[in-house]
């Protein structure tokens, strides 16, 4: 194992150090927690956003706090979700009154952990309202979930819940709109190599040089398929057609479109990537609205990608416009 870090045991806490030190116009760490807030956090009156899971995504999560997106995230160990206890010190920190509202992706040490958080909240006077991401097309079931897992898609989900949030909309308000785009966004990823969680010391699993996977997850799990590597116009058809064939997405749809690195795709591939989708969605007579290329949501320093699909309508695309401040999504 080759990383540039002091100790494996210490990776987490000295990574958000370091972001905190980067932005202190505008984050802060919560004493004693692995917690990233808004500096102004609480805003009275405002519905609270918070989100998180475990750390090896950056920037997901503690990169999407900032005006406009989350007030909080809070910061697991790698590839494993934050304790109930850290989650409740997020729902406090970020709670104006107005209720919070929590982003969770469909990982079972997340649901479970952020609902019992919930709960605990809840019975010292908080509303506590969620949803649960599950974008990611690949595989009905997975190691790590029951059901679909979620996956970058969940950054749309921060975007626009955390756009209605700033505009003042009611809790109620933020949840049905974030179910909107629960509803409508659909993901699929593939890997050319491993990634390596520092405590391990070893890749998460093996390919050959000719290899590549269909279907990942963000933590190495395994997709659909392994099978020799084909060109990136064939890999992102393949991604393409398997999320359109889950049939949310259909001819004279307009879709917010995210080309997502794993943490070790150059920007070159991506865009190459992103030129076929693009090219295949037109095709298929779907509209571009916005297009989105980057590392949204890694996993370590894996090379591949993800495609995802946000199906949109008017709202949905003034609240994907809306302003944000936060380090890794500004608009």
Not at 223 to 252: F, P, Q, W, Y
């Amino acid at each position: 194992m080759k990383k540039i870090i002091n100790d494996p045991n210490m990776v987490v806490q000295d990574m958000l150090k370091g972001m905190v030190a980067a932005n202190t116009a505008t984050i802060k760490q919560l004493p004693e927690t692995t917690v990233i807030a808004r500096c102004d956090a609480p805003t009275i009156n405002k519905v609270g956003l918070v989100s998180g899971g475990g750390s090896g995504h950056e920037p997901a999560h503690a990169g999407y706090v900032g005006k406009g997106m989350l007030d909080a995230a809070v910061a697991g160990e790698v590839f494993t979700s934050p304790t109930p206890d850290q989650v409740l010190e997020a729902i406090k920190a970020v709670d104006g009154g107005a209720g919070v509202f929590l982003v969770i992706k469909n990982y079972t040490g997340d649901v479970l952990n952020f609902e019992m958080a919930s709960e605990l909240a809840e019975a010292e006077g908080i509303r506590v309202e969620h949803v649960i991401v599950n974008d990611d097309v690949a595989v009905e079931d997975s190691s790590f979930t029951t059901g679909r897992r979620g996956i970058a898609g969940t950054i749309f989900v921060h975007k626009i819940a955390g756009a209605k949030a700033e505009q003042g909309a009611a809790l109620d308000e933020v949840k049905s709109v974030a179910e909107r785009v629960v509803a409508n966004v659909r993901s699929m990823g593939m890997a050319l190599t491993p990634c390596t969680v520092p405590a391990a010391g070893k890749p998460s699993f093996e390919l050959k040089e000719n290899e590549m996977e269909i279907g990942i997850g963000i933590h190495g799990e395994s997709g659909i398929e392994r099978k020799e590597i084909s060109t990136a116009d064939e890999i992102a058809s393949e991604l393409v057609n398997k999320i359109l064939e889950d049939g949310i997405h259909e001819n004279g749809d307009e879709v917010a479109v995210m080309i997502n690195g794993l943490g070790s795709t150059p920007e070159m591939e991506l865009y190459v990537v992103n030129s076929k989708v693009n090219e295949t969605l037109i095709e298929k007579g779907i509209h571009v609205y916005k297009t989105f290329v980057g590392e949204y949501m890694t996993a370590l320093e894996m090379a591949g990608f993800s495609v995802t699909l946000l199906k949109l309508d008017d709202e949905l695309k003034s609240l994907l416009d809306f302003g944000s401040e936060a380090p890794a999504f500004r608009v």
